[in-house]
């Protein structure tokens, strides 16, 4: 089993920023990628960005260029950097990994989910 704590999550001005962090523990693989998704009131969750254990990076279209997505191995921790925060990022944010080395943006193909952060972006 793999435990999965987000944390970062708050209320910040549109414009602003915001870092959100992951810390797994647990019975961890090697080789796992990280996704972050988010759900907002009355929709359904969705994929923002992912990485894979050796780097590789995939974005949603809405924050390509805004959000950045990192991990330290050695930690088992991830990292989501949101940058020029807008009213419609605000959401509930989710961490999530998966066995295989490559993210996806299919939620059901992850394993293990955190509880989720909330992030808030006034206007």
């Known amino acids: 089993q793999v435990q999965l704590v987000e944390s970062g999550g708050g209320l910040v001005q549109a414009g602003g920023s915001l870092r959100l962090s992951c810390a797994a523990s647990g019975r961890i693989d090697s080789g796992y990628a990280i996704g972050w998704f988010r759900q907002a009131p009355g929709k359904e969750r969705e994929f923002v960005a992912g990485i894979s254990w050796n780097g590789y990076r995939d974005y949603a279209d809405s924050t390509k260029g805004r959000f950045a997505i990192s991990r330290d191995n050695a930690k088992n921790t991830g990292y989501l950097q949101m940058n020029s925060l807008q009213p419609e990022d605000t959401a509930v944010y989710y961490c999530?990994?998966?066995?295989?080395?490559?993210?996806?943006?299919?939620?059901?193909?992850?394993?293990?989910w955190g509880q989720g952060t909330q992030v808030t972006v006034s206007s």
């Open positions: 999530a990994t998966r066995g295989s080395r490559f993210p996806s943006p299919r939620a059901h193909e992850y394993d293990y």
